[in-house]
């Protein structure tokens, strides 16, 4: 018989779940969890600032599956981490939060006059899927096992384990409790029922124009080569979600590009339409416009989270489903029926429409004539640079909109951004956690100058943790998505409100804390300049100059401004 503390008990339940990471700033309100993470073969990766935790937690589970942990000090480090946690809510991330709390004698309520006293647990709970506060030392495996099986059931989201100071340092028998093997407690996600296979198979097989709209529970199921078997089997066009941009490989012939004209004609036309894994939610546009008639078109909505199915757009049909399981059977049931390819008449028809419409998009570049950086330069100069397998973090506001619509990926989860909350300064945890999870794959940030402030002392935290990522700043000295729509708004140009910034040198700012730093003024500068950014062993900043007036109209303005104002048909 052993005693072990409380927090070491909770590295015993962690490591039976697989972490490898735990994401935080030191604390004495979990140094029994610091002590034994070494022992169980987790690595503690401390940032700079709470929120960023989270941010890198996200990029991790995004970009490669695995659940990831965070921690943080109670009080002001709690409340630090309460915005980067509403963003792994917004997003879907299944984040393990457990947060240190004052003696269970002074706290839950918490008296007068108590030094760093929260209520913790009230303050996560609407922005969690679930969170609880651990009472006694030999409930803890129960309390981290509901807290998994939370997190992972449906739609993924954060969940909260608030654990006071005493708890965490109490000794008790190890033999006392007993630690279960995940499969003992937790589902596999549902699966379709064959009635629904067949009914969806039938209403694919008699669609004339069929199409697919995948999103990120295709990712988060891996169900990607499902999807693609799918679209090569039917030869449909495939219209992912922003978020879901690389279930498909751009370069896929039944591939569409998010917001141009062919995905949203693709939509409008199709008879048949089978969205897996999205919501439909605001940035894929549900508008009636941008679809096809209500009473004629049949959208089949399939989604591990029931209260997705319809929430944005009338159905025809909804299955409550995981995505992997349900694209795979529907694939087996079309070949038993078989069914054929189609002619590719429809493929080649959205083809010429997104030919002509990137010609378009390309010639408003192509006319820059001003002896700065255009913004599409410094993404196709990056583009050329990394390899296909590279890993794109998208940051900030028309930046990230020109990366949207400019950026070419090839393989899945190779794309991370805030696709729904819109947070800014995500871009570099983000890329910190997805080079953790990828060592042997690039990371490669583009963010304006306005999000890499947020979090630009993680540079720090990449050179110590030794996670080669290479962050592209546009610095074009604008909060540039703000000041063009004040220009609209106020209309005075004279008197713009709070959108200019000084000219920042983020290549110097990042030598000195041990990175390689690169500037670039000029276009023919930025393919050596990002190459030996890459090329360099250590953590990279590559600060270019961008023409702040080629930036301040971004691609895909007017159907970002509807997420705010509504389409015009409402």
């Given at each position: 018989?052993?005693?072990?503390?409380?927090g070491?008990?909770?590295?015993?339940?962690?490591?039976?779940?697989?972490?490898?990471?735990?994401?935080?700033?030191?604390?004495?309100?979990?140094?029994?969890?610091?002590?034994?993470?070494?022992?169980?073969?987790?690595?503690?990766?401390?940032?700079?600032?709470?929120?960023?935790?989270?941010?890198?937690?996200?990029?991790?589970?995004?970009?490669?599956?695995?659940?990831?942990?965070?921690?943080?000090?109670?009080?002001?480090?709690?409340?630090?981490?309460?915005?980067?946690?509403?963003?792994?809510?917004?997003?879907?991330?299944?984040?393990?939060?457990?947060?240190?709390?004052?003696?269970?004698?002074?706290?839950?309520?918490?008296?007068?006059?108590?030094?760093?006293?929260?209520?913790?647990?009230d303050?996560?709970k609407p922005?969690?899927?679930?969170?609880?506060?651990?009472?006694?030392?030999?409930?803890?495996?129960?309390?981290v096992?509901?807290?998994?099986?939370?997190?992972?059931?449906?739609?993924?989201?954060?969940?909260?384990?608030?654990?006071?100071?005493?708890?965490?340092?109490?000794m008790?028998?190890?033999?006392?409790?007993?630690?279960?093997?995940?499969?003992?407690?937790?589902?596999?996600?549902?699966?379709?029922?064959?009635?629904?296979?067949?009914?969806?198979?039938?209403?694919i097989?008699?669609?004339?124009?069929?199409?697919?709209?995948?999103?990120?529970?295709?990712?988060?199921?891996?169900?990607?080569?499902?999807?693609?078997?799918?679209?090569?089997?039917?030869?449909?066009?495939?219209?992912?979600?922003?978020?879901?941009?690389?279930?498909?490989s751009?370069?896929?012939?039944?591939?569409?590009?998010?917001?141009?004209?062919?995905?949203?004609?693709a939509?409008?036309?199709?008879?048949?339409?089978?969205?897996?894994?999205?919501s439909?939610?605001?940035?894929?546009?549900?508008?009636?416009?941008?679809?096809?008639?209500?009473?004629?078109?049949?959208?089949?909505?399939?989604?591990?989270?029931?209260?997705?199915?319809?929430?944005?757009?009338?159905?025809?049909?909804?299955?409550?489903?995981?995505?992997?399981?349900?694209?795979?059977?529907?694939?087996?049931?079309?070949?038993?029926?078989?069914?054929?390819?189609?002619?590719?008449?429809?493929?080649?028809?959205?083809?010429?429409?997104?030919?002509?419409?990137?010609?378009?998009?390309?010639?408003?570049y192509?006319?820059?004539?001003?002896?700065?950086?255009?913004?599409?330069?410094?993404?196709?100069?990056?583009?050329?640079?990394?390899?296909?397998?590279?890993?794109?973090?998208?940051?900030?506001?028309?930046?990230?909109?020109?990366?949207?619509?400019?950026?070419?990926?090839?393989?899945?989860?190779?794309?991370?951004?805030?696709?729904?909350?819109?947070?800014?300064?995500?871009?570099?945890?983000?890329?910190?956690?997805?080079?953790?999870?990828?060592?042997?794959?690039?990371?490669?940030?583009?963010t304006?100058?306005?999000?890499?402030?947020?979090?630009?002392?993680?540079?720090?935290?990449?050179?110590?943790?030794?996670?080669?990522?290479?962050?592209?700043?546009?610095?074009?000295?604008?909060?540039?998505?703000?000041?063009?729509?004040?220009?609209?708004?106020?209309?005075?140009?004279?008197?713009?409100?709070?959108?200019?910034?000084?000219?920042?040198?983020?290549?110097?700012?990042?030598?000195?804390?041990?990175?390689?730093?690169?500037?670039?003024?000029?276009?023919?500068?930025?393919?050596?300049?990002?190459?030996?950014?890459?090329?360099?062993?250590?953590?990279?900043?590559?600060?270019?100059?961008?023409?702040?007036?080629?930036?301040?109209?971004?691609?895909?303005?007017?159907?970002?401004?509807?997420?705010?104002?509504?389409?015009?048909?409402?």
């Open positions: 018989m052993a005693e072990i503390s409380g070491e008990l909770i590295v015993r339940c962690l490591a039976k779940e697989g972490v490898k990471w735990i994401f935080g700033i030191t604390d004495s309100g979990y140094h029994p969890v610091m002590g034994a993470v070494k022992e169980f073969g987790i690595r503690w990766v401390a940032p700079r600032h709470e929120a960023a935790a989270a941010h890198m937690a996200d990029g991790l589970f995004k970009t490669s599956g695995h659940i990831p942990v965070v921690m943080a000090g109670g009080g002001p480090g709690t409340a630090n981490l309460l915005s980067g946690i509403i963003c792994s809510m917004s997003e879907g991330v299944p984040v393990i939060t457990i947060t240190a709390q004052r003696r269970s004698q002074v706290v839950y309520p918490s008296r007068i006059g108590i030094y760093q006293a929260l209520d913790q647990h303050l996560f922005v969690t899927k679930w969170n609880a506060v651990v009472h006694s030392w030999n409930r803890i495996p129960e309390i096992q509901m807290a998994f099986r939370e997190a992972t059931s449906g739609r993924p989201g954060p969940v909260q384990i608030d654990v006071p100071d005493d708890i965490m340092y109490e008790g028998d190890e033999d006392s409790v007993r630690l279960l093997e995940p499969n003992q407690y937790r589902a596999l996600q549902p699966e379709p029922s064959q009635r629904q296979i067949q009914e969806i198979a039938r209403l097989k008699e669609a004339q124009n069929p199409l697919l709209m995948p999103g990120t529970g295709v990712l988060n199921a891996g169900a990607w080569d499902d999807l693609l078997a799918l679209a090569d089997l039917l030869n449909c066009p495939v219209a992912c979600s922003s978020a879901g941009n690389t279930v498909l751009h370069d896929h012939p039944c591939y569409l590009r998010p917001y141009g004209d062919a995905w949203i004609k939509r409008q036309e199709a008879d048949v339409i089978l969205a897996v894994g999205t439909l939610g605001e940035l894929d546009v549900p508008f009636d416009e941008y679809f096809g008639a209500l009473h004629e078109q049949k959208i089949i909505h399939v989604d591990v989270e029931q209260k997705n199915i319809g929430a944005n757009r009338p159905i025809f049909m909804g299955v409550v489903a995981d995505a992997k399981a349900t694209l795979s059977e529907i694939f087996t049931e079309l070949k038993l029926t078989g069914v054929k390819p189609s002619n590719g008449e429809m493929i080649q028809k959205y083809r010429e429409i997104e030919k002509e419409w990137w010609a378009d998009e390309m010639q408003g192509k006319d820059y004539d001003g002896d700065m950086i255009h913004p599409v330069q410094s993404i196709l100069a990056a583009r050329d640079i990394f390899s296909a397998e590279a890993i794109n973090v998208s940051d900030g506001g028309n930046t990230a909109l020109f990366n949207a619509i400019y950026i070419r990926l090839f393989k899945p989860r190779s794309s991370l951004g805030l696709f729904e909350f819109g947070h800014l300064g995500t871009g570099i945890p983000l890329a910190i956690g997805a080079k953790l999870a990828n060592p042997d794959k690039e990371v490669f940030v583009i304006g100058d306005g999000a890499a402030g947020f979090n630009f002392m993680e540079m720090a935290t990449a050179v110590r943790e030794n996670t080669k990522i290479t962050v592209i700043v546009h610095a074009e000295e604008s909060w540039s998505m703000e000041e063009i729509a004040q220009v609209f708004t106020i209309g005075d140009v004279d008197n713009l409100v709070a959108v200019k910034q000084q000219p920042i040198r983020w290549d110097t700012m990042a030598e000195a804390m041990g990175c390689h730093g690169e500037f670039v003024q000029k276009p023919e500068e930025l393919l050596d300049a990002f190459q030996r950014a890459k090329d360099s062993e250590k953590p990279a900043v590559v600060c270019v100059k961008i023409d702040k007036d080629a930036n301040l109209v971004a691609p895909g303005g007017e159907l970002f401004e509807q997420v705010y104002e509504g389409s015009s048909g409402e």
